[in-house]
Structure formats: structure tokens, C-alpha cells
């Protein structure tokens, strides 16, 4: 059976950077067998109602702007999955969560960022998912929990968001860790390890730091970790496939489950 992961896409230059994290990704593709497609929740998709993609082929969307000309060159062309599409609906009819088919949207940056360092080919059918950052922890768990059998078909689950994502706090020139970045990480790694759903539940009260690294206008960074997490709710384990820290307390960080 195959984990759900959560994957930090850090910031649109992880693109076009060779380091430590990067090199991570690509060698994290090879490592996992290979899956006969992935179902990706994006924080850069936001929804009120739970978005299922049911896209032939995917454009590749720059929701950015003011980097380097070669971000604006990269294509992704991922190819959809009817027949994936149709049974994640039916399981969330099934299981009486609310959505709605996307037909047209394409991949962006928190997905094709990610996909393109673990799959570069583009080879592997994607259905995009979007995220909901007003719904209860425990309702993006739910959701994460109806598509838990996908991973027996060898079916890879992943959740594209950031731990740690607070822009208006990054130092751009500061190749560092701060102080409060690395408490707030430990004591998430300490309550996922352990699997403790009602204090992760609670982070926003409970966490150290939880206001710097998870701002109001940032939470839809965090939340796709419970989509993850629900994703792999028969096993409740969690296991830390790497964190490195960028521009001070942005984090990059990789979570297996299950």
C-alpha cells in the first residue's frame, strides 16, 4: 500500500534551485514505487466546496509573479483520469461530502512544483483536489479518511502545503533558523508521531508559536496536512521523510503516513 505524504512547495524559485531539498524530491520519486496515479490537494487551490478535477490534459498555471523569465517557460502537461475522478465523487457521495467537478482549471504552482521533482515525465495521470481553510481540522480529516482505499490501488495521495509559511515573517537573506520556526516544527513532529488528533486539532491554541507560523492568511498552507493525515487514518502512522528550513522559518519538510 502506498503512504500519503505531505510535501512542503516552499516558494515558486524551488523550481529552478538545486539544493538540499530538491535534490531530496527527485530522489524521494525514485524511491517510491511507482504509482498508477496521484490524487494532489494544493493550498494555491482554495474552494468553499470540494473541487475533484476531472481534466483531460492540465495547463500549467504561474500563480506568481515577479521571478526569474525561465519559471514562466515550465510546462507540466499531466494527464487526467476519468474513471479515478468518477470513483473519488462517488466516494464522497458515498460518505456525504458536499463537491463539485472541475473540468478546465490547471495544475498550479503548488502542484506542478512538487509533481515535476518527483515525476519530471509528466507520465503519471493527476487528479487535482482543492483545499477548504474554513472548514474544521477535523472535516479536512474526514475528507483526507473517504480516499484512504485509493492507496491499496496504488494510488499515491499527496498534500502540497508548507508547515511553517508565514511570508510576511521570511528573511529573504537570512540562511538561518529561527528560534520560534524550530519550536513550533517540534512540537508538530512530537504530536504527529504520535498520532494525537485532539491536540493537532488544536494547534492554533496549543502549539507554540502557532500565530507566526500558521497567520490567519496563511492557514490554507497548513490544513492540507490533515487531508494527509485522513488519507492514511488505518494506519495513524507518521514518519518525517526530511525538514530543512529556508529564509529563516520557512519550512521544508516532507511527512509520510501510513
Known sequence: MLPSLFIAHGAPLLAIENNEYTQFLNQLGKNLPRPKAIVIFSAHWESRLQKVSDVEQYSTIYDFGGFPPELYTIQYPAQGNHVLSKEIMDLFAAN???????????????????????????????????????????????????????????????????????????????????????????????????????????????????????PPYGREHFIPLFYAMGAADNAKKAALLHRSFRYGNLTHSVWQFG
Open 96 to 214: 456525504e461530502v458536499p463537491f463539485e467537478t472541475e473540468m478546465q482549471r490547471g495544475l498550479d504552482h503548488g502542484s506542478w512544483v512538487v509533481l515535476r521533482m518527483l515525476y519530471p515525465d509528466a507520465d503519471i495521470p493527476v487528479i487535482a483536489m482543492s483545499v477548504n481553510s474554513q472548514l474544521l481540522p477535523e472535516e479536512q480529516y474526514k475528507i483526507g479518511k473517504t480516499l484512504t482505499g485509493l492507496r491499496e490501488k496504488d494510488i499515491l495521495i499527496i498534500a502540497s502545503g508548507g508547515t511553517s509559511h508565514n511570508l510576511r515573517a521570511v528573511n529573504w537573506a537570512d540562511s538561518g533558523v529561527d528560534q520560534w520556526a524550530l519550536e513550533f516544527e517540534d512540537w508538530l513532529a512530537y504530536h504527529l508521531n504520535h498520532w494525537d488528533l485532539d491536540s493537532l486539532f488544536q494547534y492554533d491554541t496549543l502549539a507554540p508559536n502557532a500565530e507566526y507560523a500558521v
